[in-house]
């Protein structure tokens, strides 16, 4: 598709459990962004790349959380020893260059359900 | 820090009326200011956005105006459908977005 993919789409994890998220972005976008949106709030920045390099992990809320993409496309979000406040939807996002005049395009998101 | 604060919802309103969704923003400088749509079962989509003060934004028949000094960015739509019926998200920032609560919009036929 077109679009920016995530998996995957719901994910039920036990506590203490690790997960891994996929984003494929839109192809050929050098930025992509990772956001999680808890129930019945906005989404909040976790960390931004451009290209491979990682420009600001800022938003990562514990070093439980980790984000990779190592060839500039493909991009993974990494939780360990999941808790149950990590319980959220997390959206990835992708745009063709970096700056508030490229449109960012935000893939359906992967729901994550720690138990 | 940057922050945006918008319209509490639920919002609930009949086919045809005017709608106005409130947003304010925190911001150091002058940030770009975004409208985000989340329809059922899809991703958020970017609605309209203004970069610059006095800019107007719009798209599908809404509008919002870049106000330096209310630092507002209201949301608004003459005559509302009921596909409009969705969540919206205001947002400031550039690559680094800081998004409002979200407002809830339904519209009954």
């Known amino acids: 598709g077109a679009g920016v993919s995530q998996s995957p789409r719901y994910k039920v994890a036990k506590r203490g459990q690790d997960v891994a998220l996929r984003c494929d972005p839109i192809?050929?976008?050098?930025?992509l962004f990772w956001y999680q949106q808890a129930l019945g709030q906005g989404p909040e920045f976790l960390t931004y790349?451009?290209?491979?390099?990682?420009?600001?992990k800022s938003g990562l809320p514990s070093d439980r959380f980790f984000a990779e993409r190592p060839e500039g496309s493909v991009s993974t979000l990494k939780i360990q020893r999941t808790q149950q406040e990590d319980s959220a939807v997390y959206l990835c996002?992708?745009?063709?260059?970096?700056?508030?005049?490229?449109?960012?395009?935000f893939g359906e998101g992967s729901w994550l359900t720690v138990v | 820090g940057n922050s945006v604060t918008q319209m509490e919802g639920p919002v609930t309103l009949s086919e045809e009326a005017f709608l106005t969704i409130n947003c304010t923003y925190t911001a150091t400088g002058y940030p770009s200011l975004f409208w985000y749509v989340q329809y059922p079962g899809e991703g958020l989509q970017l609605l309209l956005k203004a970069t610059k003060a006095d800019d107007k934004g719009s798209n599908k028949g809404f509008e919002a105006t870049y106000r330096k000094e209310t630092t507002s960015f209201h949301l608004e739509k003459g005559s509302v459908q009921v596909s409009d019926s969705a969540v919206y998200f205001c947002?400031?920032?550039?690559?680094?977005?800081?998004f409002g609560q979200g407002t809830r919009l339904t519209i009954n036929p």
């Open positions: 996002a992708s745009s063709l260059v970096e700056g508030a005049r490229n449109t960012i395009y």
């Open positions: 947002a400031q920032g550039a690559q680094k977005l800081v």
């Open positions: 192809s050929g976008h050098v930025s």
């Open positions: 790349f451009q290209n491979e390099a990682q420009l600001d």
